[in-house]
Structures are given as structure tokens and as C-alpha cells.
């Protein structure tokens, strides 16, 4: 065999080599594209859950709300949720003496996005936003009030005063599986006032759902949920 023709018959044998060799790999590298594929469904249940921080601060102050929740599960990562509450006060003010009650519903829709790099772990860390409304009544006396033309005590009765809130909140939480179905939930949330009805003596106190108006914009909720 002469050096040209052992030269044409490496390159030729190489040819085959690799014409043999690249489908191979090309399919190879499909296989392994196809095992990264996520293959959790659209819809992944949903769980339902009751705030106790709210329950436990209307039983040992002035105010509090009865919360629960509804939560979708989409592919383990988005989280759509409404929350639905009973706000109510019936408080006196320590100083003033002015009396203030109220008690209605309101609503909360939003999503939570999972930032857990593990999607389907049993912990999850979790940032939201939320649209946040409440219409309600309130009631306001006081017996005490001084009066400036003849002395004495006067007093002032609002009742069934109408009122309306609209707001936003920003929320980051942790989700940890305590039991088989059962999870606990803890959240901090920024509040941010969009809209009110003003009332003709000013501010409310107190607003379902939003907590007292004039006070810190930061909330929390302890929730304890339950996958269904």
C-alpha cells in the first residue's frame, strides 16, 4: 500500500468514526434534555389555611380578625391565594375614654411566588404581593368630652359611621411541613394605604383586616395550613 493510499484510508476510516459516533451523541444529549424536563403538573392541589396571630390578638386586646385562606398550587411555584376575615374592635381609649366598634368582613387577592431553589421541597420561601379591600360601619361615643360653652360633660354619638379601605400589602414568609398534610406558615407584610373614604371627624381607629389606621405599616400572620 503506498502512503497516499494508507492516508485516504485513516481519513476515510476517521469519516466513518465520527458519522457513526454523532448521532450517538446527538441522541444522547436529547435523552439527557428530556430527563431535565419538568415534568410537575400545571395544577399541584391546593391548601387551605386559618391565621392564629389574628385570633389571638382579639383575644387578649382590643382587636383582632378571624382569617382563613384559599391557596392554588401551580408547578410548585406560584401560588395564587385569596384571604377572606372578620375584623372587629370594641376598645375604649385609656385616655380619652372615647369608645370605638366595629365588625365586617374583608378580603385580600394575590400570589405568592416559591424562591426555594428546591421547588418540591417540603420548606418553601415565599415572596407575594396583595390587593387588599374592606367596607364597613363604626360606631363612636364618648360621655367624657368637656364642654366649652356651658362646662360640664357633653356627649357624642357616631353611629353606623360607613367607612372604606383600599390597600396593598408586600409579603415574604417561610412554609414549613410539619405533619403528613399539615404545614405552618409564617409571614411579615408591608402595608401601604391606596384609598379611603374619609369620615367627617377625620381618621377610624381601627380598619378590619388592616389593623389601627394611624399605626406601623409592618403586619405578620402565623398561619396553620392544610394540603387538600
Known sequence: MTLRAAIFASIS????????????AAQHRVDVEQETVDSTALFNGFAVSVDLAGIAQYVLGDYGQFEGALRVNLLDRYFPIIEVGLGRSDAEGDVTHTKYYTSAPYFRIGADYNLSKNKHDIYRIFGGVRYAMTSFKCDISNSTVADPNFGGKADYHFDGVKCSYHWAELVLGVDAKLWGPIHLGWSARYRKRLAYKRVDFGEVWYVPGYGVSDSSNISGTFNIIFDI
Open 13 to 24: 476510516s476517521l469519516a466513518i468514526s465520527l458519522c457513526t459516533a454523532l448521532p450517538a
